[in-house]
Antibody
Framework: QVHLVQSGAEVKKPGASVKVSCKAS????????IHWVRQAPGQGLEWMGW????????DYAQKFQDWVTMTRDTTISTAYMELSRLRSDYSAVYYC???????????WGQGTMVTVSS | DIQLTQSPSFLSASVGDRVTITCRAS??????LAWYQQKPGKAPKLLIY???TLQSGVPSRFSGSGSGTEFTLTISSLQPEDFATYYC??????????FGQGTKVEIK
């Protein structure tokens, strides 16, 4: 079965960084992009960007360009999203999802809650 | 960036009702549109891609239509498990691949 399993909830102070992982199983990791989607409390979905695990290419939505970095480790079929210079309004659930370039997101991780609080 | 506007934002309906949700794009996106269902505390689930193609395993009471700038998601006979929030997402050409603001379907 195809799965994406994300790392657990995080609580961070403003100004800190956090790295969320997304481990893929059941399919060829390098064959699909990994997208990241944010959902603030009580709000809708925001597409943040993607990484191509095959070559490490990334593309970020302009809103997130200054504080998001997406990477991957193909040896363990895991994608990462690092959020830097955290602010309280960055508190949200972050999802990873499998897709292609312009393809719908067919498999989703369970989400990782990141809370930024002093 | 392409903007997506869903209507209505909130919908109250009964089991067995036919429900239609509309998603309008600020510019033409051909058929590069997907629909997702999200239940509280859960990750979104893909229902429809390519505007009208049903994802494997999704019940046939769900259907999608449209192209260009106007799209619809229809649930032919609402079931108790369908009460959720629904999002459209455009996947046309260059990112960002934006989502609509969501439509919450609640029990009447």
């Amino acid at each position: 079965q195809v799965h994406l399993v994300q790392s657990g909830a995080e609580v961070k102070k403003p100004g800190a960084s956090v790295k969320v992982s997304c481990k893929a199983s059941g399919y060829t990791f390098t064959g699909y992009f990994i997208h990241w989607v944010r959902q603030a409390p009580g709000q809708g979905l925001e597409w943040m960007g993607w990484i191509n695990p095959n070559n490490g290419d990334t593309d970020y939505a302009q809103k997130f360009q200054d504080w998001v970095t997406m990477t991957r480790d193909t040896t363990i079929s895991t994608a990462y999203m690092e959020l830097s210079r955290l602010r309280s309004d960055y508190s949200a659930v972050y999802y990873c999802a499998r897709g292609g370039y312009g393809d719908a997101l067919d498999i989703w991780g369970q989400g990782t809650m990141v809370t930024v609080s002093s | 960036d392409i903007q997506l506007t869903q209507s209505p934002s909130f919908l109250s309906a009964s089991v067995g009702d036919r429900v239609t949700i509309t998603c309008r794009a600020s510019q033409g996106i051909y058929n590069y549109l997907a629909w997702y269902q999200q239940k509280p505390g859960k990750a979104p689930k893909l229902l429809i891609y390519g505007a009208s193609t049903l994802q494997s395993g999704v019940p046939s009471r769900f259907s999608g239509s449209g192209s260009g700038t106007e799209f619809t998601l229809t649930i032919s006979s609402l079931q108790p498990e369908d009460f959720a929030t629904y999002y459209c997402q455009q996947l046309n050409s260059y990112p960002p691949w934006t989502f609509g603001q969501g439509t919450k379907v609640e029990i009447k």
